[in-house]
């Protein structure tokens, strides 16, 4: 039994899916709001007897492997090795592909320079800069081992020679961490000098990257640098702080979403440990993807400028998408709280008063209150200019209300605020609202997929498709070799097959399934993911199949061409008087018939 086999047999599919999203039991199939795609009723199952998952929503289907694949972003070798963790199966080390004999050099290497800035901070007297400047921010002990705080010293090479010289990784390994620079004269030197380090975490636990406060008063430099977008760091994904705390998240099914690394300590520190940083004021879709596992409410708590408005406006689009409430703690009106006591951002205020950052949290108001309040600030509700700038901002985000209640709720408040007759009100807010769908809808309708009815050589094609896909990487290629000249009738194989022979390295079907335009993913998917096809073949058998299967479409793809072919024929044999020309395609037609014809008898 080959280990794979061995190890998908020990992880029993329901409880590893069970351990990461809500499944219900019903039936002989398990249920589930599908993980892949947004949806509020669930289409997502689960079934223990042939230990596979399908989507009847997005399609989504496959094995445990699959499943950890696809909802962990890792990689097959990973996913492998978290079930036979798992399993308490020890796994042969041949299993591992060269990137993730990589990822795994470079997470060590990142995680050794975490251990050695935090050793320079708590441990070491070249750290003290680092510890008073923590005092002063009120950053505790506690803190600073939960989030594994470090310290960077003003030496050009100190985490390079510990790394190079002590440790002895090469450089190009360590120069693809991002913690070191190659300079002008072809030299390296640290990217992180003089600064207070921040391990960035995946939502694994495991260190990605690191951001670093200046400590030096220095003014060339920045005060915040992060690490740059590597194999393992994705800025779009990074939630800081999200894997120790998921728990907490995950209990209340509640999240705060603060900027800065300082803020998320802060609040940590004022007893609200559900709380995430994004780092910046953009929240992505990989980031709410990724709360929405664990959350119901997302709290928004960006700062009040432009930039952290614009976030909270696009904010909604994001999240509406996944059935998430979205909710806002608006510190520029916090009614509990004198005007002298009013405070810039989060991180001040869990400092200077624990409790009343803990009321924010609790008073956070709806997104649109939120919006709504912004636009009194910004425009002047009396004058007729302020009026239409008003309506014309709040507009298409109150159409974006789904509950006819909530919205003429904000429709009222609208018109007493601005003095206007409701009515009046209702249609210009209409207006804006079906221009705005009318965009919407012809988006969308480019990406839905329209139903055709498959003929009998498309579905022999699709199946010629699924089965290539599914030989072990290493022949992959050599099979396809064997499609090379096949005239497909469906059109997004030929040029599938193209990019199959021209992809460079070892195969890797998500990586090849990622260099696809979006058209030829689709075909691609359509044919992977039938149902039908679902069973996997052994070796043998799915050599066996291919052969025939392939015999069957090259066959009936020369059947199909001999068919047209007797069409132009007849064409040109009911015209009772033929040109020359026609007298010699009528017989460059039969020829080519007689060619075709022994080639299906070759194949037999
Ligand atoms: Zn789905």
């Not at 440790?167 to 913690?179: C, H, M, Q, V």
């Not at 609202?433 to 498959?454: V, W, Y």
Request: hydrophobic share 40%; charged share 30%; with cysteine.
């Amino acid at each position: 039994m080959s280990q794979i086999r061995e190890i998908k047999d020990a992880s029993n599919i329901v409880e590893v899916i069970g351990e990461r999203i809500k499944l219900d039991a019903g039936g002989i199939n398990f249920k589930a709001c599908c993980p892949f795609h947004s949806e509020k009723t669930p289409s997502f199952f689960v079934n223990p007897s042939i230990q596979r998952y399908r989507c009847f929503g997005c399609g989504a289907n496959g094995d445990v492997l699959d499943f950890l694949q696809n909802f962990e972003g890792v990689t097959f070798y990973e996913a492998l090795k978290t079930l036979a963790d798992r399993s308490g199966i020890t796994l042969k080390e041949f299993q591992r592909t060269k990137e993730d004999e990589e990822r795994e050099k470079l997470l060590e290497i990142l995680n050794l320079a975490k251990e050695y800035y935090h050793f320079l901070l708590t441990k070491h007297e070249v750290g003290q800069t680092g510890r008073d400047y923590l005092q002063d921010r009120d950053v505790s002990a506690e803190s600073i081992k939960i989030f594994q705080l470090g310290f960077a010293t003003n030496a050009w090479d100190s985490l390079l020679k510990y790394l190079y010289q002590k440790k002895k990784y090469p450089l190009e390994l360590i120069e693809r961490t991002g913690l070191i620079l190659k300079g002008r004269n072809g030299g390296y030197y640290d990217r992180f000098r003089e600064r207070l380090m921040f391990p960035l975490k995946n939502h694994r636990g495991q260190v990605v990257g690191f951001s670093g406060r200046l400590l030096s008063k220095s003014p060339k430099e920045a005060k915040y640098i992060n690490s740059p977008e590597t194999l393992l760091y994705h800025k779009s994904k990074m939630l800081y702080g999200y894997s120790e705390l998921f728990r907490e998240i995950k209990k209340k099914e509640q999240v705060v979403v603060v900027e800065g690394e300082f803020d998320m300590i802060s609040s940590a520190q004022a007893h609200v440990n559900h709380v995430v940083a994004i780092k910046g004021s953009a929240l992505t879709t990989e980031q709410v993807n990724l709360l929405s596992r664990v959350a119901k409410t997302i709290i928004l708590s960006l700062d009040a400028d432009e930039a952290g408005i614009k976030a909270t406006e696009r904010a909604i689009g994001i999240v509406k998408e996944k059935g998430i409430d979205l909710k806002v703690i608006d510190l520029k009106h916090l009614d509990f709280l004198a005007k002298e006591d009013q405070v810039k951002d989060p991180d001040e205020l869990a400092r200077e008063k624990p409790k009343a950052w803990r009321q924010a949290v609790e008073s956070a108001i709806s997104v649109y209150e939120f919006l709504f309040n912004h636009a009194l600030d910004i425009y002047d509700p009396l004058s007729a200019d302020g009026k239409r700038q008003i309506i014309n901002y709040l507009a298409p985000i109150l159409e974006t209300i789904d509950h006819a209640v909530e919205k003429e709720f904000y429709l009222q408040k609208l018109s007493v605020a601005l003095n206007v007759k409701e009515s009046l009100l209702k249609e210009d807010v209409a207006k804006f609202g079906q221009a705005k769908e009318k965009l919407a809808t012809t988006t969308d309708n480019t990406s839905a997929k329209p139903k055709i009815f498959k003929s009998h050589q498309e579905r022999n094609e699709e199946y010629l498709l699924f089965l290539l896909f599914s030989f072990p990487a290493t022949t992959l290629k050599e099979k396809a070799l064997e499609l090379q000249d096949f005239v497909f009738v469906s059109p997004g194989f030929k040029p599938v097959i193209e990019q199959l022979l021209n992809f460079k390295g070892s195969f890797d079907l998500s990586r090849f399934a990622l260099s696809l335009a979006e058209d030829l993913k689709k075909s691609l998917m359509d044919a992977l993911l039938s149902p039908e096809y679902e069973q996997k073949l052994e070796k043998e058998t799915l050599e066996k199949e291919w052969q025939a299967t392939l015999l069957r479409v090259k066959k009936e793809s020369l059947r199909a061409e001999i068919a047209k072919i007797n069409e132009e024929i007849t064409k040109l044999d009911s015209s009772l008087q033929r040109t020359i020309l026609e007298e010699q395609k009528l017989d460059e037609l039969l020829s080519l018939i007689v060619a075709k014809q022994s080639a299906i008898k070759k194949l037999s």
